[in-house]
């Protein structure tokens, strides 16, 4: 019984059961009959059973009834059969389980009382008929010398020390025509009181706490550790009053003391009359059953906290205050069966340890462990475990489950599965076990604590069987099993949840499903407690089924129920290095393309849409880098998918990076984390060709006699190896000028050729090398310019020197050697994506986003950004491609609805009200706005009312060149459309989606604009940086370059230095440190606004003073 209260009495399931008592002095023959109330229930659940009770082989009453079944009959008993013993049957026969609880006895009887041999108490009375005065003279009385008789009449509230003559007593009787009850009792019985100060803490008066925390005063040091963890705890804190069991007993026992009815009144006063009302209540202590330890017998030294219920449930704290069958608990309990300060610390170490997690991986992981003593019951748990196992695996937890279950081979689980042991150590949310079990006794392969190495991993546990939630035995193990795991220092579990009783498949199999749905479906994230509750909610929604009740409320929950299972909130999708591989590892600079395998995970809730994986492929030595962006859709824990990425133009031999960014465009909702959603691996390109050492690329030297110096990709071993090198001042090395060197002999890791000539100022040399026994397009080549003077550094002048760089909105080759604007394409898109708490909106132009935050709808509640159905609409300037209206809350579009709309507009809330026509209208405006040819972006929401919009709507459709299909659009359908100002109707893209779905379209457009960019090599690391200039020429009056100077930081970073400065002047570079800034990038901006000419780059310099030659 869970809700039993010590004193109540208990029973035994035994069929028939008889109990024998010895009465006190019975004496037949005074009255015809005695009496004999008892307490009696069934254990069955079910069936028709004739019930007997008896008494000293007297059949006093018998019953047919329908199991379960309770009785409190009172029996009527001839005093012949008056007797000692005094035994008392009680049976049942009948069909299903019988078994039977006979709680207590109560014996009414004539009793033959005997003053002083055994009874140091005598009732009687005297009649006074005459109202004269009168004495009762009482002979025979056993009171030896020295010993006194003492009388009271409580109805008159008359006390009499009565008198002794001659072996007769006196008592004296008023003169008053009345009955007088008397208590005659032995003077040497009485006892004197003993007065003991109260310990009162005024619990009473108490402004109250989120926690109410019960414990000895023995514990006070880790139960104010406990107080100062919670109260400062960054995440979840909660403020905590400390009650002492003593001060407890003295205030609200009521004169009892060590019985839990203290707390339980405790717990009732603090709900209704604290200010602030406790949340949770945690019970700081072991305990033990008061029904376990002899009348006044000695409590053991480890009983801290009494239990409440009939075996352990401390459920009866918290629930039926009044006796009214209110059983839903009112707040949680939770347990700490510490003994000592030092258990209760290291349970406090791990809280901390626990609540400080940042979601590892083993969070969306469980173990199950299956029992049966046959094939029947086997198969019986497993139901129950599949059961558990779908919720846990499916939305939104997606966890995964390993599986064992016991079968006459041993415990078995899928092939590939880890041992029990691997898994326990790895980490688990959650251990269930199901099968046979007692205190210390396991049907599975579940042992102690010190046999896993759970380092950190603290699991909840629970274990479906009998009595391993029994922890308040008394015996040399005064903590079994469930304790003994939830103490243990840095390992075990955090919480341990197991019926204390007896248990059956059924019930159990159903609560814990229940709790499954709570912690892993409906609630993720919810403090255990809580869940516990609302799992008694569920399990009872009109009314308490008894033995339900009983398989739930005899589930005491051991551990902090505050605390909610530490799994994700929130999708976290996950890669790291490990997750990326290049195949073959090591290219070779002559392949055409390599592969790329990509696998990510969800450590976190489902996903609901899909999202892009951007995968950025970069060339150290160049720095030039290339992304490709990938649709991945949603998925269950483990995705992956491989690629082939081709071979980038120029050299690409030497370290390369790939990093893949996973959710490229933050399209999943409130992710958990976004720190680990991209990774960077480097990998190495192998080349036939050598490696150009000196001069660097496109160097400014000062010394006219040089020795061009090179190496091979091979830097691992020193062998051997033969260069040819050539030179010219013609970059196709066709001029009369070429020298050559023949084979030059030197190793893997230097060659070098002396020039057999002085440099001429000014002029820029094309130089390349090869290795012996390479073909001749296998030539690496460089540049160089000598320049007489102090100054060295980095250029570039002559024409073909500028063919490597990179170019954007511009074209420029040979032999022409002539920048010119090209036509760009610009590719225009539009999104609604779904979530079951609300829909993201975006708008981006070429993947960059434009759209704002307060374009997406968001949870119920948050009066936050587009909240109502309405249409986006977003108009782009022909020619720049640039939004052509800006709205401070919504970015690159602007909404309308046709009712009232909540848009965030910091600092404060504006309302804006509409009505249909007056949308309509304003829809109108923005395109009537736009300049004939703008691209314009349409997005109806999910929700709108197009039945009800007017006629106006389709003059916005047809001017943008789409069909009127949208104005037959449901509530439940959205759509997008992107078309132009001015375009035939139906040339605009249409796409029509439900509302539970995602809806996107995107259009790509073509221009030419008057406008590109050209962006340099990496300029490498020097000692220092000195200047940087450029000049060019204009072929019309409106044309300007302008020129940036970008700073690479060491940690991949860029800033940048100067931003689109015009060519007069040198730019100072003094002020940058190259442990700052260890590469430098120039990009010019090549724009005209008249002739649309492109104007023409002459040189452009960076100057610094490099490494000593060679070094």
């Not at 059956?504 to 159903?510: D, E, K, M, W």
């Not at 919810?526 to 009109?542: I, K, M």
């Not at 060659?751 to 040399?765: A, E």
């Not at 996107?1000 to 340099?1016: E, I, N, R, T």
């Amino acid at each position: 019984n869970p809700l039993y209260i010590a004193g109540e009495g208990r029973g035994a399931g035994v069929n028939p059961l008889s109990r024998s008592y010895t009465l006190p002095a019975p004496k037949a023959g005074v009255s015809p009959m005695f009496f004999v109330e008892l307490s009696h229930a069934a254990l069955s659940i079910s069936g028709s059973f004739t019930l007997e009770w008896k008494v000293n082989g007297f059949s006093a009453a018998t019953a047919t009834i329908t199991a379960p079944y309770y009785f409190r009959p009172r029996l009527s008993v001839p005093t012949t059969f008056l007797s000692n013993p005094l035994t008392v049957q009680v049976s049942a026969s009948g069909g299903g389980y019988r078994g039977e609880f006979l709680h207590y006895v109560t014996v009414t009887y004539p009793r033959e009382a005997v003053l002083g041999t055994g009874d140091t108490v005598l009732l009687g009375g005297v009649v006074n008929t005459t109202g004269a005065p009168l004495a009762l003279v009482l002979a025979g009385v056993p009171i030896g010398g020295g010993d006194s008789l003492l009388v009271y009449d409580l109805r008159h509230r008359l006390r009499w020390k009565a008198v002794s003559s001659g072996g007769l007593w006196y008592v004296p009787i008023p003169a008053i025509r009345d009955t007088f009850p008397l208590l005659l009792v032995r003077g040497a019985s009485v006892q004197t009181p003993v007065v003991e100060p109260a310990i009162l803490e005024n619990y009473s008066g108490a402004a109250g706490a989120d926690i109410l925390l019960v414990t000895h005063r023995s514990l006070a040091a880790s139960a104010q550790a406990y107080k100062q963890y919670r109260e400062t705890h960054p995440t979840n804190p909660h403020s905590v009053l400390i009650a002492y069991t003593d001060a407890i007993y003295d205030e609200f026992g009521w004169g009892r003391v060590n019985h839990p009815l203290a707390i339980r009144n405790l717990v009732r006063w603090a709900l209704d009359r604290w200010p602030i009302k406790p949340k949770y209540l945690l019970l700081w202590g072991d305990g033990v059953g008061l029904f376990r330890v002899a009348y006044n017998g000695a409590l053991p030294a480890y009983h801290k906290v009494p239990v409440f219920g009939v075996p352990a449930s401390d459920w009866g704290y918290v629930s039926d205050f009044y006796g009214d069958g209110r059983l839903i608990p009112e707040i949680p309990v939770g347990r700490v069966t510490a003994q000592t300060d030092a258990q209760g610390l290291a349970y406090i170490d791990k809280l901390r340890t626990y609540e400080a997690m940042q979601n590892p991986s083993w969070l969306k992981w469980a173990l199950h462990l299956g029992g049966g003593s046959d094939a029947i019951e086997q198969a019986l748990i497993g139901a129950q475990l599949v059961a558990c196992q779908q919720i846990f695996e499916g939305n939104p937890y997606q966890g995964q489950v390993i599986y064992y279950q016991k079968r006459s081979g041993g415990m078995q689980a899928p092939p590939g599965s880890p041992s029990i042991k691997e898994r326990v150590d790895s980490g688990v949310v959650v251990i269930q076990t199901f099968g046979h079990t007692g205190a210390e006794i396991f049907d599975v392969s579940f042992y102690e604590p010190v046999d896993y190495d759970n380092w950190g991993k603290y699991p909840l546990v629970i274990v479906n069987g009998c009595y391993q939630g029994n922890f308040d035995e008394v015996g040399s193990l005064s903590q079994i099993h469930s304790e003994r795991f939830l103490l243990a220092p840095g390992r075990g579990c955090l919480w341990y949840l197991s019926l204390s009783g007896s248990g059956f498949i059924g019930p159990l199999g159903n609560q814990t499903r229940k709790m499954y749905e709570v912690w892993f479906r409906d609630s993720v994230g919810r403090p255990v407690g809580d869940g516990l509750v609302e799992v008694f909610r569920r399990l009872f929604p009109t009314g308490v089924s008894p033995f339900e009740y009983y398989h739930m409320a005899g589930q005491p929950l051991l551990g902090d129920p505050c605390v909610a299972l530490a799994g994700p909130r929130y999708p976290d999708l996950a890669i790291g290095p490990g997750d990326v591989e290049v195949q073959p590892a090591e290219p070779t600079a002559e392949q055409g393309s390599f592969r790329l395998r990509v696998r990510y995970r969800n450590l976190g809730l489902a996903v609901a849409d899909s999202f892009w994986v951007q995968v950025t492929h970069r060339i150290v030595g160049t720095g030039q880098q290339f992304s490709y962006l990938y649709r991945r859709a949603p998925f269950v824990r483990v995705d992956s998918f491989e690629v082939v990425l081709p071979a980038p133009p120029g050299e690409w031999a030497g370290p390369n990076e790939i990093t893949v960014f996973v959710d490229a465009y933050n399209e999943v909702i409130d992710e958990l984390r976004e720190d680990n959603n991209q990774t960077r691996i480097e990998f190495f390109v192998r080349s036939a060709r050598p490696l150009p050492l000196y001069p660097w690329p496109f160097a400014v030297i000062n010394k006219d006699s040089i020795a061009l110096i090179a190496a091979t990709y091979n830097q691992s071993l020193v062998a051997p190896q033969g260069y040819y090198f050539e030179i010219d001042t013609s970059y196709r090395f066709d001029s009369p000028f070429l020298r050559r060197s023949g084979l030059v002999q030197g190793t893997t890791t230097f060659g070098q050729w002396t020039l057999p000539f002085r440099l001429q100022d000014s002029v820029v040399y094309y130089w390349r090398v090869r290795l012996e026994g390479s073909g001749p397009q296998e030539w690496a080549t460089q540049s160089f310019q000598y320049i007489a003077g102090p100054r060295e550094g980095w250029g570039q002048s002559a024409r073909p020197q500028f063919l490597e760089n990179e170019l954007r909105g511009l074209t420029y080759s040979a032999p022409a050697f002539t920048w010119n604007f090209t036509a760009v394409r610009v590719r225009l898109e539009a999104r609604d994506t779904y979530t079951p708490v609300g829909s993201r909106r975006f708008l981006m132009r070429d993947g960059v986003l434009l759209s704002e935050e307060a374009s997406h709808t968001l949870p119920a509640g948050w009066w936050d950004g587009a909240r109502q159905p309405g249409v986006f609409i977003a108009p782009f300037d022909p020619t720049t491609f640039e939004p052509l209206e800006r709205d401070p809350v919504f970015g690159g579009w602007r909404f309308f609805c046709s009712s009232f709309c909540y848009q965030r507009w910091e600092p404060a809330y504006y309302q804006v009200t509409m009505s249909a026509e007056a949308m309509a209208e304003s829809l109108l405006a923005v395109v009537g706005r736009a300049p004939v040819g703008a691209p314009v972006v349409l997005l109806f929401t999910a929700g709108h009312s197009a039945q009800n919009w007017p006629a106006r709507m389709a003059q916005v459709l047809s001017q943008i060149g789409a069909t009127a299909t949208a104005l037959s659009l449901t509530p439940r359908q959205k759509a997008v459309l992107i078309g132009r100002k001015g375009a035939v109707p139906g040339t605009a893209v249409e796409v029509f989606c439900a509302d539970t779905l995602s809806c996107a379209a995107q259009q790509d457009f073509s221009v030419s604009l008057p406008l590109g960019w050209m962006l340099s090599p990496r300029i490498a690391r020097p000692v220092a940086w000195e200047d940087a200039f450029f000049a060019y020429t204009a072929l019309s009056s409106g044309d300007t370059l302008t020129l940036s100077i970008y700073g690479l930081r060491a940690d991949g970073g860029v800033d940048t230095l100067y931003r689109q400065v015009p060519q007069q002047g040198v730019y100072d570079l003094r002020p940058y440190n190259t442990t700052a800034y260890t590469d430098l990038r120039l990009e010019g901006r090549f724009q005209d606004r008249m002739g649309w000419t492109a104007p023409q780059l002459r040189y452009w310099y960076v100057l610094f003073r490099p490494f000593p030659d060679i070094a």
